[in-house]
């Protein structure tokens, strides 16, 4: 079995080579499926149920804010003496 030459039987170097053909698609010969490429269907939706704008109170409207400050609260791992960050 040390023969190289049973191992690659077939080494035609015009496989890949100049024989090959490129066939592109031209319109002539396009006969297609018959269906109109602009066509666009008509579609509606209508809605099941009709919703209105409800006005929600909070009991927060008539308060005036005199500070606010953002934050983030980040654990601290005992053992490892550090802060987690998430």
Do not use: H
Not at 20 to 41: L, Q, R, V
Not at 54 to 72: H, I, P, Q, R, S
């Amino acid at each position: 079995m040390n023969d190289k030459s049973t191992i690659f039987a077939r080494q035609d170097p015009l496989i890949f080579g100049t024989n090959a053909t490129i066939k592109t698609n031209t319109n002539e010969n396009d006969e297609g499926n018959g269906e109109d490429d602009s066509y666009e269907p008509n579609v509606s939706f209508k809605p099941i149920v009709q919703l209105f704008a409800v006005e929600v109170k909070t009991g927060e409207e008539d308060e005036n804010v005199l500070f606010c400050e953002l934050a983030k609260l980040y654990p601290f791992d005992v053992e490892s003496n550090q802060i987690q960050r998430t």
